[in-house]
């Protein structure tokens, strides 16, 4: 369903789902049905934030690295020279 875009299946599995019987996916199906438009665009569109999310979550990551050990100085030079 993912990798082929096919949008007209995803109304029968959120409600497969959500009669699994387990609490998780269920839950996980409550919460896409929640904000079905913008699962439904996420699924025909050919847009994604992968390249964006890709450099918050490298830079989230030396963050953490760093923790307590310096300030933003040091910091902003890392993310510069990475």
Not at 56 to 77: C, D, P, S, T, Y
């Amino acid at each position: 369903m993912l990798t082929e875009r096919e949008r007209h299946r995803l109304p029968e599995w959120i409600t497969d789902a959500m009669t699994s019987g387990l609490r998780a996916i269920s839950t996980c199906a409550n919460g896409l049905n929640s904000d079905y438009d913008a699962v439904e665009a996420g699924l025909t569109t050919q847009w994604n934030s992968g390249h964006v999310e890709g450099a918050v979550n490298r830079i989230k990551i030396l963050k953490r690295q760093m923790f307590g050990r310096a300030g933003f100085l040091l910091l902003r030079k890392r993310v510069l020279l990475a």
